[in-house]
C-alpha cells in the first residue's frame, strides 16, 4: 500500500466512524411531547412525560422535546439528576440553525458546534452557549419560564 491509497483509506474508516458515531446517537433520540400547557410565559410539563414503556418495560428518558406556538424553534428538556431539569432552545449561537440533541450532547448540523447537555459550548465555531429558560418544579410538574 503506498501513501496515498493508506490515507485514503484512512480517511474512509474516520468517515465510517463518524457516520457510524450519528447512527448510534440517532438511536436514542428523545421524543416530541404534545401534552404540555402554557400560560403566558409559563410552560408546564408533567414529570411522567420522561416515562416511556418499551417492549413492556418502563423506560426513564434523559430527555424530552417540545415546541411551544410562541418559539420559533423547539426546546430540550433535560433531566440533569434526580431533582434538576435544564431547558435549552435548540438554535445554534453560531448562524442560527436547529441544532440536534442527542442524550449526552448536543450537535449543530451546519457548521459542526457542540454543546453539552447545559447547553453549554464545548466545540466551535460557536462561541457562545445555547439559551436556557429557568425551570422549576414540584411533586408532578416541571415549570419552564420563558
Ligand atoms: S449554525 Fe451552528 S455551527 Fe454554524
Redesign the pocket.
Known sequence: MNRRDFIGASCMACAGMTGLTVLLQACTTGKYISDFSQSGTKISVKKTAFTVVKKDKTVEQKYILLKPDSLQFPIALYKVNASGYKAILLQ??????E?SPYETTIV?P????EFNTKGEVTQ???DSNLRTFTTTEDNETIYIQL
Open positions: 445554534c449561537t453560531h448562524q442560527g440553525c441544532v449543530c451546519c457548521h459542526g458546534a466551535g465555531p460557536a
